[in-house]
């Protein structure tokens, strides 16, 4: 098992940037994917980026692709999302999710098993 804790959401003006954490307790996740999803209010979940296990791979959504960074720090057990020229349609909850048994990068949400509370950011214009 292991537990998830996101960090860093917040309110910010057009334009601006917030790092997102995703910190793990509990087990390592260094070696599996990790992935960022985010849920607006009346939507989805969607994907925003992910991560390989092995930080070969990563992958991006469409919409955040070029403002959006998603790196790991294995040694602290950590994922970060760096947003960088927000915009209101960024808002959402943004949720940090891992599979403890693969390691190759995924824009499935039904591929990770492990998920955390989220953290809301909010972007206004």
């Known amino acids: 098992q292991v537990q998830l804790l996101e960090s860093g959401g917040g309110l910010v003006q057009a334009g601006g940037s917030l790092r997102l954490s995703c910190a793990a307790s509990g087990r390592t996740f260094s070696g599996y994917r990790t992935g960022w999803f985010r849920q607006a209010p009346g939507r989805e979940r969607e994907f925003v980026a992910a991560?390989?296990?092995?930080?070969?791979?990563?992958y991006y959504a469409d919409s955040v692709k070029g403002r959006f960074t998603i790196s790991r720090d294995n040694a602290k057990n950590t994922v970060y999302l760096q947003m960088n020229s927000l915009k209101p349609e960024d808002t959402a909850v943004y949720y940090c999710a891992t599979s403890l048994r693969y390691s190759s990068a995924s824009t499935y949400s039904h591929d990770y098993h492990y998920w955390g509370q989220g953290t809301q950011v909010t972007v206004s214009s």
């Open positions: 991560i390989s296990g092995s930080d070969f791979n990563r």
